[in-house]
């Protein structure tokens, strides 16, 4: 894994490494002092194994064969990062108001985690700002990527002409499901996008086919992980009408599901969305926490998918899956 | 069991104590001492050599977060240390359980020092 780091100042980069040295140090740590070879190296490894990025923006002037050449800055660099996956946090760390306030936008805009430091004291903002920006950012998100092929899928992604972004979710949430339920849990785990409606019952986005929660059969106990369980509370609740359209509550019943499991999670990726997610266990057992790191996984996907959707007005797009 | 790789003779933090369910919320750096015992200090940097001082061995050390009675993250990461091993660390979780803390659900996460990996969430 590596951290990636633009900044041209000796002092800073000093106490950069002493930082990453003192917790991270299996991680490979890559300064660059100008934007271009910044992006031209990132545009050939990608994002997926870089744990963080922290950007400068002012930089000063290179001198080459006796010239002075502009190194670029900042939102160059962030203007690039914003065109990938939102798959690595951002630390932004310029003293440039203006600029920093422009990159956060691009980042923001783009879905990507990122933090604002304006540093201060000399280097002391390192030890003490930037130090612990960089050990929470990295421990709360890189265990959450495991799954590279997540990262291939979205990279793959391009403009087809038919289809419907979700027809493509519904690719994407079919794959997640079968890897995820090679990869976590033998007994199987799926995945569904349900959409609430202005009448606040729960339906599914991709239709009623549900092909791998037809596989779990019947006793599976379904979670759903929501944002916004006001509607419902959160712990178990039967499959009834009254929390579920009647298209749904049909298939569900024709599955002999019976139970529904609504927990309470961060805000996910759409407010009208709600990633749904159905497993063997119940919730309580331990099996089903060890499924709670899939469960962050499928969310980051779908985050990932939502990104590259709004980002081109949902354009339609169709996911080519090996 | 391993040595600090940066071995200079550091005495030991005044603030340096056998952690407790009483621990303040905050962020922390840990190292187990070849007693079992684990010791903990704030976190800060490059704390670890100053948890128990005088270069001693450890047989493990970390860093993590607490927040009440809960654990909201708990890792291997250390560099003076860099034990690697997953079974030290959830050694490490049932220790802090014993004391009444509660482990949160995925809080457990191992970095690799040594493969390039990205780091796994234990439980």
Redesign the interface.
């Known amino acids: 894994?590596r951290i990636v780091i633009l900044e041209d100042n000796i002092d800073r980069q000093l106490a950069m490494r002493?930082?990453i040295?003192?917790?991270?140090?299996?991680h490979?740590l890559e300064f660059f002092v100008a934007a271009q070879p910044m992006i031209d190296h990132l545009s050939v490894t990608g994002l997926y194994?870089v744990?963080l990025i922290s950007l400068d923006n002012d930089l000063e002037l290179i001198e080459k064969d006796g010239c002075l050449v502009d190194p670029g800055d900042g939102i160059e660099v962030a203007r690039w990062i914003r065109s990938q996956p939102a798959v690595t946090p951002v630390i932004v760390h310029t003293t440039n108001m203006s600029a920093g306030d422009q990159i956060m936008e691009l980042l923001s805009e783009a879905g990507f985690i990122r933090e604002r430091i304006v540093p201060y004291d000399g280097e002391v903002w390192i030890?003490e700002r930037w130090?612990?920006s960089v050990?929470d950012l990295?421990?709360?998100t890189?265990?959450?990527?495991?799954m590279s092929s997540n990262g291939v899928q979205i990279l793959r992604a391009s403009h087809h002409g038919e289809g419907s972004p979700e027809k493509t979710l519904r690719e994407i949430l079919r794959a997640a499901s079968l890897e995820l339920c090679g990869s976590v849990d033998p007994s199987g785990l799926c995945l569904e996008l349900l959409r609430l409606r202005t009448d606040g019952l729960l339906e599914s986005v991709t239709g009623t086919g549900l092909p791998v929660l037809r596989e779990l059969g019947a006793g599976a106990t379904i979670e759903i992980v929501t944002e916004s369980a006001d509607s419902f509370g959160t712990g178990p609740f039967s499959v009834n009408k009254r929390h579920l359209s009647d298209e749904f509550y049909s298939h569900l019943k024709w599955l002999g599901i019976t139970q529904v499991q609504l927990d309470v999670v961060q805000p996910s990726v759409s407010r009208q969305a709600i990633l749904f997610i159905a497993v063997r266990q119940s919730s309580t057992d331990l099996a089903s926490?060890r499924n709670?790191?899939a469960i962050?996984e499928a969310r980051s996907l779908l985050e990932v998918a939502f990104r590259q959707f709004s980002r081109r007005n949902e354009t339609p797009y169709a996911v080519h899956l090996d | 069991m391993k040595y600090p790789l940066d071995d200079e003779n550091y005495e030991r933090d005044i603030r340096s104590r056998a952690i407790t369910s009483q621990l303040p919320d905050g962020a922390y750096v840990f190292v187990r001492d070849i007693d079992g015992a684990v010791y903990v200090l704030p976190d800060g940097p490059h704390q670890h050599p100053k948890v128990l001082g005088s270069a001693k061995p450890a047989v493990y050390a970390g860093d993590f977060s607490k927040r009440g009675q809960f654990v909201t993250d708990l890792t291997n990461l250390s560099g003076t240390f860099q034990f690697e091993d997953a079974a030290g660390l959830l050694a490490v979780a049932r220790a802090f359980e014993e004391i009444g803390l509660t482990i949160h659900p995925g809080a457990v996460r191992l970095f690799s020092y040594s493969s390039g990996q990205r780091a796994q969430i234990l439980r």
Do not use: K, L, N
């Open positions: 894994m002493q930082v040295a003192d917790r991270f140090s299996g490979i194994d744990s030890s130090r612990t050990r990295i421990v709360g890189e265990p959450h990527r495991t926490h709670q790191f962050r």
